[in-house]
């Protein structure tokens, strides 16, 4: 087995190192802290890291009690989180530290700064935090066996936890989550001062802490059980495979595949990506990745730099669209409804793989419309060899959708059964490379009749040795590999573990005051009723939570605050929407904001490769997802993308199993947001004029929602569609006509 990189020398040639670099850390800042810490420090955080890993591993092999368990899992997320991500942003000395120095001059000694050296009260803040996780493992009979009466202790302890969880909280994720949920938390207390329509009776600070830290309906509740059991296993299952080199050979076979094509490059970066996201929860880190290659050559067949950033924000982003990960969402989805895996799965396949499809398609209009060149072939990897000298990495994640899909095993036996071969063949590729490497080498030394002298007597000791200490080098770096994905895994899940521990106090908030009920009753008044304008609002507050909060703590809070409205409202106007689907209509919108700006962090990185401005590039990625933003509309009222026909008389979701129909909603669908994606970009097979998009935007609403015009006209819905998908095909045709005979000219950028 060769490298995947070995064959791309086109590839690498284009790599900007600097912009690698940049891109680089920001993702490290913002998925695994901004410290680098060094000599005892940094094996410290090492230890923990790879301890912490192999907990996860235990648990998923010899069940662990639930409660348990997360509180292990808390305990190293919080205590990590102290350790890798410094109390300011700016290097230097932290406020504490300037304090101690001037109480104790001769004591306390100014550091270096708190990105370099973990100063010493984040140590003593990493062991609280930690004892305060743990205390729950600890004295877990006890707590159980006075549930509902805590006592002072427990009490003392709980609030230290949530004040230090919410400081984490602010570290790894911004301010608005830990924000948002102190604002809750004073809705507990000031309950009796609240306007009538939300006010509730109070509750005592006793009540909240045995709530939020004593029960399983707060910080221990639904979103960490689901980060400890699931998430981490499918999050270390994409450190290990990244680490084993899956992401490069993913956009090495996708330039080799369609850097031919007109706008090569743009469009092997909606397929990487897309690769990618099948196992990367995180749309920063598939900027990072799979940018570093994309952006540079996207610019060198003249897409302008902020276009080619936004392209890899747009493509990386919907990654966390793609089951089976999907952000984490997936599982905390499940659980939130008590359906299986696997149906969640279901409902959210077709959407993702239109949302690709449709992206390709946009990024195929401005290939034309900037008359950009394909690579030519010297300047591309033979894809032959490119895909069979990586076809090893497929082989796990074949392996996980086969015992999740066809044996139907569970998440976590699945996950850990990938994870296992994933590290089989990170231990077995290096040796095998290197014992390929240095029978090549010989080859070329000696000649081909010479190297079959070598299997003799006289020669076999040379090749022996030599065979050897390849053989010997490459185990030593497969283990390190496995040691350096471990460590990964386990980084990349702090953010995580953390974020859903502080998302359960809004869940726990939600549960305790009953504030549901009193939302829908808010936003029905808000919203007069109307489904529309309902969904309209849920979209905007999913859109502007998300740009302070991490996708899963964002889906979090509003699935558990507006995902109950759009079923109730959406059944008051005669709308019959299946929970499963009004969770991922918020989920959708909750991705969007990795590239909103000002805030999206996939923007920050993306314009770090391509050198453009930060802003211009998110505006720019957001116009490129605005196709996804319509299709959690489109889902709504056309649940068969969804593969459902409904809900049953016991509130359970009615399955389509007929092929035909599925086919149809899925070609309509993509008919409806090619003519919005031509509509939006001014280009179809011609440069559009305004009495062009305007058609082609009723061909798209006409094919979303065909009963705005059967209500009036009557008549089956089906053959609305039909004439819309023939109004595009026919405009189509008329601009292809006029553009024949033209000489193409690139339009405006």
Known sequence: MSEPGDSADALSDAIDEESKRAAEEIAAEAESGGRQPKNLTAWLVSILAISWSCFQLYIAYTPLNSIIARSIHLTFAITMVYLAFPGTKTPGEGWVQRMSIQLFPGFMRPQR????????????????AGLGAFYMAWDYVNIIQRSGLPIQRDVIVGAILVVLLLEAARRALGPALPTLAILFLLYCFVGPYMPSFIAHPGVPLEFVVDHMYLSDSGIWGVPIGVSTSFVFLFVLFGSLLDKAGAANYFVQVAFAALGRFRGGPAKAAVVASGMTGLVSGSSIANVATTGTFTIPLMKKVGLPPYK?????????????????????????????????????VRAAILPA????????????????????RPLREDELPSFWHTLISGIHYVVPILALIYTLVILRMSAVASAFNAILLTMAIIVVQRPMQNTIYVLGDMKREKGVAHLRELFGEAHFKELEERLWDGVLSGFGQSFGDVWQGMMAGAKNMMGIGVATAAAGIIVGTVTLTGLSGRFIELIEIVSLGNVVLMLLLTAICSLVLGMGLPTTANYIVMA???????????????????????????????????????????AFAASAIAKSDPIQTGVQGFVYDLRTA??????????????????????????????????????????????FASALQGYFADNCNWGERAILMVVCVSAFRPSLITDFTGGPRPVVQLIAVAIFAALYWYQHNRRKGQTPQPAPA
């Open 113 to 128: 700064s708190t990105r370099e050296v973990i100063p010493w009260y984040d140590y003593a803040l990493a062991i609280l």
């Open 308 to 344: 080619a950033g936004a392209v890899e924000v747009g493509a990386s982003t919907n990654g966390q669209l793609m089951p089976p990960v999907m952000g984490a969402a997936a599982f905390i989805m499940a659980e939130f409804l008590g359906l299986a895996y696997l149906d969640v």
């Open 353 to 372: 793989l239109l949302s690709y499809i449709a992206l390709f398609y946009v990024v195929h209009l401005e290939a034309l419309k900037l008359n950009l």
């Open 560 to 602: 558990t605050l507006t995902a109950p409205v759009i079923v109730s409202l959406g059944g008051k106007a005669g709308l019959v929407v299946p929970l499963l689907a009004a969770h991922l209509f918020v989920f959708y919108f909750g991705i969007l904001a990795d590239d909103t700006p000002p805030v999206g962090l996939a």
């Open 630 to 675: 319509v299709l959690p509309f489109v889902f709504i009222y056309n649940l068969e993308l969804l593969m459902m026909q409904g809900v049953g008389p016991k509130g359970e979701i009615i399955w389509i199993n007929d092929v035909l129909k599925i086919a149809w909603v899925c070609f309509v669908s993509l008919a409806a947001m090619f003519a």
